[in-house]
Antibody, heavy 121, light 110 residues
Framework: EVHVVESGGGLVQPGRSLRLSCEAS????????MHWVRQAPGKGLEWVSG????????GYADSVKGRFTISRDSAKKSLYLEMNSLRAEDTALYYC??????????????WGQGTLVTVSS | QSALTQPPSASGSPGQSVTISCTGT?????????VSWYQQHPGKAPKLIIY???QRPSGVPDRFSGSKSGNTASLTVSGLQADDEADYYC??????????FGGGTKLTVL
């Protein structure tokens, strides 16, 4: 059974950094793209970033480009999101989601339960 | 990279059909066959219900169907049931390795 489990969220001050992790199981990790999607409290879904199966294609939302860095480690079956220069508007539940195929163009077919990031002084 | 446009709310009585629209541009919805829809119940993670405009994942009832015309995609829920009450989001590939979501539609079963 496919599972993705996020971790690393917490309370952080504006301007500081945080690293999120997502551990995958139940599928061949290197055969799928992976994504981060966030949801601010009471708001809708926002795609944040995605990475192809071989890390050869990486995309970022304009709102995080230059501040966030996505990466993956096939040996550890893990996805990461390094978040720098955090702002109050980055406060959200961050979901890890599996892509529908190797590239970044497809849908998000399995989701974790999310890890909450709160940016506040 | 602007969000896709969805109506904030939709409603229907049990057994009826309801259609939710998702309007983008030729750079996202109109330019690719990669439109998907997600159902989210309160406090839960989103669930994929339609992908590639019209395809249903295994286990999703055929009461859910998708279509697209030009820059607008649509989700139709037929034979409404109480459990269909949820938030629904569309998403589309937007080129340059980016994706975009709609603002979401709250579906109420009257």
């Amino acid at each position: 059974e496919v599972h993705v489990v996020e971790s690393g969220g917490g309370l952080v001050q504006p301007g500081r950094s945080l690293r999120l992790s997502c551990e995958a199981s139940g599928f061949t990790f290197e055969e799928y793209a992976m994504h981060w999607v966030r949801q601010a409290p009471g708001k809708g879904l926002e795609w944040v970033s995605g990475i192809s199966w071989n890390s050869g294609s990486i995309g970022y939302a304009d709102s995080v480009k230059g501040r966030f860095t996505i990466s993956r480690d096939s040996a550890k079956k893990s996805l990461y999101l390094e978040m720098n220069s955090l702002r109050a508007e980055d406060t959200a539940l961050y979901y890890c989601a599996r892509g529908g195929d190797v590239w970044l163009r497809a849908h998000f077919d399995y989701w974790g339960q999310g890890t909450l990031v709160t940016v506040s002084s | 990279q602007s969000a896709l446009t969805q109506p904030p709310s939709a409603s229907g009585s049990p057994g009826q059909s309801v259609t939710i629209s998702c309007t983008g541009t030729s750079s996202d919805v109109g330019g690719y066959h990669f439109v998907s829809w997600y159902q989210q119940h309160p406090g839960k993670a989103p669930k994929l219900i339609i992908y590639d405009v019209t395809q249903r994942p295994s286990g999703v009832p055929d009461r859910f169907s998708g279509s697209k015309s030009g820059n607008t995609a649509s989700l139709t829920v037929s034979g409404l049931q109480a459990d269909d009450e949820a938030d629904y989001y569309c998403s589309s590939y937007a080129g340059s390795d980016k994706s975009v979501f709609g603002g979401g539609t709250k579906l109420t079963v009257l």
